[in-house]
Each structure stands twice: as structure tokens, then as C-alpha cells.
């Protein structure tokens, strides 16, 4: 085993070790997270409250791809902050894909596969509007700036970043709790606040050594149609 892994493996340790002495909320639901923080957001934009059985939610360290045709056309994502999340949508196929980057994300190997991901759907030039969300001032700067420098790597697919709320804010609450959301909607690309409290769906953020490996080294797709 190489120095690299190593070192990776001894990080994954430790974030195993303090999310669960120093934020044991890391194992609970993804409402439980923003608990404590319901006045952080006050929620810009327009709440989601449609079916929530048609919710895909998205965890820290994953991304998805839905189109209007699926059973699950709805991502969402909760907890933003110093993570950010990148959503698109194209017109044309009513195809949307929502990320949630942390800052160790290994955002180039991530969205180069999210890309290839797309190319399916499309399998020609196509256009998506881009909303990004997220962030935590000093903190998160580079982690925006990649996600910025990726948008446009693919020339097949033409990004447009139409709106942003970032760096907004310094948090004084634990990162955690941050109650920074975004979601979006494939069947009218319209992107919403979400709130995990309202959908008896929700998942659970693992706290599995195992997990935190995997998503240490790369973000996963958590739901294709």
C-alpha cells in the first residue's frame, strides 16, 4: 500500500473517530442534522412540498441523475455549509443532476464522471443551467473555484451558471448543523429549499468505517434512471 492511501486511510480514521465522539448527529437522519439550526436558512427560495416519495435525497459525498420520466424526478440535499452543491438541468430532455461536494471531495474525478453520466442521456451537444449553492466563507473558496474551473471541460456539454448563493455566511453553529439546501425538479427545472423535516422518506447519514472509505476516495452515484 503506497504512502498516499495510507495517509488516506489514517484521514478516514479520524473523521470516523470525531463524527462520532465529537458530532455523534453525523449517524442520524438528514433532519436530525439541521436540528439546531432552523435560523441559519430562512429558506431564499420557495419550499419543495410536493410527493415526497418522488425525492432522490442526496448525502454528503454522492450525486444524481434523474430525468422527468423517473420515479424518483426529484434531488434534493440538506446540511450545505462549508459543502457545496452543484445542480443542472437541460430543457431539451428534462434531465437534472444535483452533487454534494464536501471539501476533501475529489471534485475532478467526480465530475468527469458525472459528465459521462450525462453524455448518455444526451449523446450530443446539449445546454444545462447551473445552480450552485452552498459554502462557508474562508473555508470553502477552493472547493467553489474547482467546481467552477470543471463546468465547462466538456465541450459537448455547454454549462451556464445562472444562479449562485455561496459564502454567504460564517456559521457560528457546528458544521453539521448547517442548514444550507438545494433541490430541483426534472419534470419543470425548477430549483427549490428543501426541508429533510417535512419527508418521511428521508435517509441516514452512515457512520460505517467502510462508508467513509469509499467516500473518502470518491464520490458515488447514488441514483441513475
Known amino acids: 500500500m503506497n504512502k498516499s492511501m495510507n495517509e488516506k486511510l489514517l484521514l478516514a480514521t ?4 470525531f463524527s462520532q465522539v465529537a458530532n455523534p448527529l453525523i449517524s442520524k437522519p438528514m433532519s436530525e442534522i439541521i436540528t439546531f439550526s432552523k435560523s441559519v436558512d430562512s429558506f431564499k427560495k420557495q419550499l419543495f412540498k410536493g410527493d415526497f416519495s418522488l425525492v432522490q ?3 454528503p459525498g454522492e450525486y444524481a441523475i ?10 434534493a440535499t440538506c446540511g450545505l455549509g462549508p ?3 452543484l445542480a443542472g438541468y437541460n430543457k431539451t430532455y428534462k434531465v437534472a443532476f ?3 461536494y464536501r471539501v476533501g471531495s475529489n471534485v475532478l474525478w467526480s465530475y468527469n464522471n458525472l459528465v459521462k453520466e450525462l453524455l448518455v442521456f444526451t449523446n450530443k451537444k446539449a445546454k444545462f443551467e447551473l445552480t450552485l449553492v452552498g459554502g462557508e466563507k474562508n473555508y470553502s473558496e477552493g472547493l467553489i473555484n474547482i467546481i467552477k474551473s470543471k463546468i465547462n471541460s466538456e465541450s459537448r456539454l455547454e454549462m451556464s ?3 449562485e448563493d455561496t459564502l454567504d455566511f460564517k456559521s457560528s453553529v457546528s458544521w453539521a448543523t448547517i442548514n444550507r439546501t438545494n433541490s430541483i425538479d426534472s419534470r419543470i427545472g425548477k430549483t427549490y429549499a428543501y426541508d429533510p423535516f417535512l419527508n418521511p422518506h428521508q435517509r441516514t447519514l452512515p457512520i460505517h468505517l467502510n462508508n467513509y472509505l469509499t467516500k473518502l476516495l470518491s464520490d458515488k452515484l447514488v441514483y441513475h434512471p
Open 14 to 17: 479520524m473523521i470516523l473517530f
Open 98 to 100: 444535483l452533487t454534494h
Open 161 to 163: 451558471l445562472i444562479e
Open 66 to 75: 434523474t430525468s422527468a420520466t423517473s420515479s424518483k424526478p426529484v434531488l
Open 83 to 85: 459543502c457545496v452543491s
Open 57 to 59: 435525497e442526496v448525502l
